[in-house]
């Protein structure tokens, strides 16, 4: 049962991306997350390192993985959730309290990553769009988060 306001709808360039966030997991971040979507954040960026068979990334402002909100970076929230196809986690640098508002959604199995970085949700509905979205690291003409709202 999806508790009330914690879907994140991603209307994006290949079709609809529907994630059920999990506060149970990582309560700062599914917040953080849910205030940026209400600020139109995402709205318009880009999928700026996408890797076949690993994961779809996007969340930065600039396109190119080097930024972030005006807001301070989240302590991790480390869980034994495992990423595997369609999981929703946070992008960090080497600290692992340096998330901010970039994520990614693994296309598979990627287990290595487990306990090291924060996972706060799933994608429940359109993962075959997640799948068309244009591969590069970087990404030449990429796809996009059209609009992102929360429900």
């Known amino acids: 049962m999806l508790e009330a306001g914690n879907t994140l709808t991603l209307e994006t360039t290949q079709g609809q991306v529907v994630i059920e966030m999990r506060p149970d997991l990582a309560p ?3 917040a953080h997350i849910k205030k940026l979507a209400g600020e139109k954040f995402y709205d318009g960026v880009a999928f700026h390192r996408v890797i076949d068979g690993f994961m779809a990334q996007t969340g930065c ?3 190119t993985g080097t930024g972030g ?9 480390f869980s034994a ?4 196809r369609g999981t929703c986690s946070m992008a960090r640098a080497q600290d692992v ?6 994520f990614f959604i693994c ?3 990627a287990r290595f990553l487990n306990k090291q970085y924060t996972v706060w949700g799933k994608v429940t509905s359109g993962m075959e769009n997640v ?4 591969r590069g690291e970087p990404v030449r003409d990429p ?5 992102a709202t929360v429900g």
């Open 107 to 109: 296309f598979g199995d």
């Open 81 to 84: 959730e495992p990423h595997v």
């Open 28 to 30: 700062a971040h599914v």
């Open 143 to 147: 796809d996009r988060i059209v609009s």
């Open 97 to 102: 309290n340096t998330a901010n508002s970039q």
């Open 69 to 77: 909100s005006k807001y301070p970076n989240l302590k991790a929230e």
């Open 131 to 134: 799948d068309k979205i244009k």
């Open 61 to 63: 402002p600039h396109g």
